[in-house]
């Protein structure tokens, strides 16, 4: 008994740490918020502003600039740390399930030896779970095949930067939505404008994937780029012309990773040669509509 009030006192005191590590950083996670309203509000007040002082219109303009930089970066902060809360929420469980199997171990040894101790011989049934992965076809292994049947666009600018969570890829035109299209789904969103348009980074993250599609390795994507940006969202850009950024480099939101192309499984029509980004959103490993996410 002393023993196993030990193990419950030890047990108790990890768990009120790490109680106490999460509400530390639930606070560094509201103060975040407090800030990030705190200058929407001074963006609200600078954008009235502008509309009443067009003498100081060009000053304002660059403050306003420098405080949606500055939300970008508390955004980006916000999803380190809800990571971070997330991870944390996992290891709490984790502790309590091998504690929980230590104390049930204890137990069974102490039947057992109860048992042996009277000269009656037991059969002990243990039971163990049994985690099944349920496997999925990888998207790796899937293969793209988009056709577009505009004729080639000229070349445009790099598309600005918006506030919210994503913003969007590649100024172009709108060509084809997430769903069901000719009998097959369509993972993602296709964006098409000239050959060598920039391609940005929806939002800040760590680039994951950065190659030429391969059968087996994201087959028919062609120029294909992901970017891990966190809290369970990934974003991808397929069908570029080239790549600007590789595997492992941190990227920000807006900034240039490669230009638009129709590499990969693209097919051409009417007089077009099928250059257009095909742009996909990842949420803890399912793809999601981009149309929930960005201005298309």
Same mark, same amino acid.
């Given at each position: 008994?002393?023993?196993?009030?030990?193990?419950?006192?030890?047990?108790?005191?990890?768990?009120?740490?790490?109680?106490?590590?999460?509400?530390?950083?639930?606070?560094?996670?509201?103060?975040?918020?407090?800030?990030?309203?705190?200058?929407?509000?001074?963006?609200?007040?600078?954008?009235?502003?502008?509309?009443?002082?067009?003498?100081?219109?060009?000053?304002?303009?660059?403050?306003?600039?420098?405080?949606?930089?500055?939300?970008?970066?508390?955004?980006?902060?916000?999803?380190?740390?809800?990571?971070?809360?997330?991870?944390?929420?996992?290891?709490?469980?984790?502790?309590?399930?091998?504690?929980?199997?230590?104390?049930?171990?204890?137990?069974?040894?102490?039947?057992?030896?109860?048992?042996?101790?009277?000269?009656?011989?037991?059969?002990?049934?243990?039971?163990?779970?049994?985690?099944?992965?349920?496997?999925?076809?990888?998207?790796?292994?899937?293969?793209?095949?988009?056709?577009?049947?505009?004729?080639?666009?000229?070349?445009?600018?790099?598309?600005?930067?918006?506030?919210?969570?994503?913003?969007?890829?590649?100024?172009?035109?709108?060509?084809?939505?997430? @769903?069901?299209?000719? =009998? /097959? *789904?369509? %993972?993602?969103? &296709?964006?098409? !404008? #000239? $050959? +060598?348009?920039?391609?940005?980074?929806?939002?800040?993250?760590?680039?994951?994937?950065?190659?030429?599609?391969?059968?087996?390795?994201?087959?028919?994507?062609?120029?294909?780029?992901?970017?891990?940006?966190?809290?369970?969202?990934?974003?991808?850009?397929?069908?570029?012309?080239?790549?600007?950024?590789?595997?492992?480099?941190?990227?920000?939101? @807006?900034?240039?990773? =490669? /230009? *638009?192309? %129709?590499?990969? &499984?693209?097919? !051409? #029509? $009417? +007089?077009?040669?099928?250059?257009?980004?095909?742009?996909?959103?990842?949420?803890?490993?399912?793809?999601?509509?981009?149309?929930?996410?960005?201005?298309?």
């Amino acid at each position: 008994m002393e023993e196993q009030q030990r193990d419950k006192d030890a047990l108790e005191e990890k768990q009120a740490k790490v109680k106490k590590n999460l509400e530390k950083l639930n606070g560094m996670l509201k103060e975040l918020e407090d800030l990030k309203a705190d200058l929407n509000s001074q963006k609200a007040q600078k954008n009235e502003a502008m509309k009443n002082v067009k003498a100081e219109q060009a000053g304002i303009s660059d403050e306003k600039k420098s405080l949606e930089a500055e939300i970008s970066k508390l955004n980006a902060k916000q999803l380190e740390i809800q990571g971070a809360i997330s991870t944390e929420e996992s290891r709490i469980a984790e502790e309590a399930r091998k504690a929980e199997e230590a104390e049930k171990a204890k137990a069974t040894a102490r039947v057992h030896e109860a048992s042996n101790s009277s000269g009656t011989t037991s059969s002990g049934t243990t039971s163990s779970g049994t985690k099944t992965a349920s496997k999925s076809s990888s998207p790796g292994k899937s293969k793209v095949t988009t056709t577009y049947h505009k004729p080639s666009a000229p070349v445009g600018k790099a598309p600005a930067v918006s506030s919210g969570m994503f913003t969007r890829p590649a100024s172009g035109i709108f060509t084809s939505g997430f @769903g069901t299209r000719w =009998g /097959a *789904m369509h %993972n993602g969103v &296709d964006i098409a !404008a #000239g $050959k +060598g348009t920039p391609i940005v980074a929806a939002a800040s993250g760590t680039v994951e994937v950065s190659t030429f599609g391969s059968p087996g390795n994201w087959g028919g994507y062609g120029n294909v780029i992901i970017i891990n940006h966190g809290n369970g969202y990934k974003t991808l850009y397929g069908h570029m012309s080239s790549r600007s950024v590789g595997v492992g480099t941190k990227v920000s939101k @807006g900034q240039v990773i =490669g /230009a *638009m192309g %129709n590499t990969g &499984d693209v097919v !051409a #029509g $009417k +007089g077009g040669d099928g250059t257009h980004l095909h742009f996909e959103i990842f949420k803890n490993g399912s793809r999601v509509n981009p149309a929930g996410y960005i201005n298309l």
